[in-house]
């Protein structure tokens, strides 16, 4: 009875040591996630401005 008591309170420590059952665990992982949605928007800001620019090239052409 005791080994099985062992066993399943070992079984319980190895399973509630993920990345979601610590609070720096749960910390790094939204700063990851934070981290990539930033990058795209980032990457979708650089598009943003390119077409702006784009568009203000056009604008000065039909000026001219």
């Not at 930033?38 to 056009?58: G, H, P, Y």
Request: proline share 2%; hydrophobic share 40%.
């Amino acid at each position: 009875m005791k080994r099985i008591a062992i066993t399943i309170i070992s079984l319980l420590a190895l399973t509630s040591c993920g990345k979601n059952s610590s609070p720096d665990g749960r910390a790094q992982l939204r700063d990851a996630e934070l981290s990539q949605r930033i990058d795209k928007l980032e990457k979708k800001q650089i598009v943003i401005l390119d077409s702006m620019r784009l568009l203000n090239e056009k604008i000065e052409a039909i000026k001219n």
